[in-house]
């Protein structure tokens, strides 16, 4: 069966790239996704920059279904271990832009989740493999690493949207509050999955939308400086890794 899944893997990557191709250029419901986004205006959204990174997480993963049909990949213990998830993550991206252009949102949200949860477990998977050479760095952990960064993110955001549509008041709490509260919930999240698993991708892809955060909220000075020192943060701690990595690397040749 295991060797099924580069081609389960093939199928659910094609056509999860075509449904988000149509939902922009049909578009899926009417409009686009960011236009959907722009009716629900949330003190979390990114900079519309910021959602480039898409066309990345998606060459990456491009390269990773292309890695798994070739002999080596076939043959990967990390490429069996992922199994079904990639496959299922790719339903659940579907699923998440329909429910998202018809503007079902509360239902989005449990399909963010899904999709959340698929790459958590596949992000543990490589984690647990503990890829030893260099191609599978690239093609097996790099893809994963960026798109689950993202995801987080952009979950934060999708719950923040669905709460703003149904009248949530915040519990008293203003929105600025809220937004700072959820900033700094990103950044803490993008410390303990880097550091623990030494994973400096990851940690960027938060960089990356903290920044653009604080670039799109400039009417919310708190909103702003809060982005921007927690991306401070996260970025002080990726420059501690690579120094230590380099270190380790310096003192095994000298050793």
């Not at 950044?187 to 903290?210: P, Y």
């Amino acid at each position: 069966m295991k060797r099924m899944y580069p081609l389960l893997n093939l199928i659910g990557y094609a056509a999860m790239v075509i449904v988000n191709i149509l939902a922009e250029r049909l578009p899926i419901g009417g409009k686009t996704t960011g236009e959907i986004s722009a009716q629900y205006p949330v003190l979390v959204t990114p900079a519309g920059y910021a959602f480039a990174i898409w066309s990345l997480i998606y060459l990456l993963l491009l390269l990773f279904v292309f890695y798994g049909l070739t002999k080596k990949g076939r043959d990967s213990s990390s490429i069996a271990a992922i199994g079904p998830l990639f496959f299922l993550s790719c339903l659940s991206n579907i699923t998440w832009i329909l429910l998202w252009h018809y503007e079902q949102l509360t239902s989005s949200v449990f399909m963010m989740f899904a999709l959340l949860i698929s790459l958590i477990f596949i992000y543990s998977g490589t984690i647990r493999n503990e890829l030893r050479n260099s191609v599978e760095r690239w093609l097996v952990s790099l893809p994963f690493s960026i798109y689950l960064g993202w995801i987080c993110v952009a979950s934060i955001v999708n719950v923040a949207v669905a709460l703003s549509a149904n009248g949530w008041k915040g519990f008293g709490l203003s929105d600025t509050t809220w937004a700072v509260l959820m900033l700094c919930v990103a950044a803490l999240l993008a410390l303990v999955l880097g550091l623990r698993h030494r994973d400096v991708a990851i940690m960027l892809v938060f960089v990356w939308a903290l920044v653009a955060i604080g670039v799109k909220q400039q009417a919310y000075p708190a909103v702003v400086w809060t982005a921007y020192a927690c991306a401070g943060i996260v970025a002080i701690a990726v420059l501690g890794l690579l120094v230590r990595s380099v270190s380790a690397k310096f003192r095994g040749r000298q050793g």
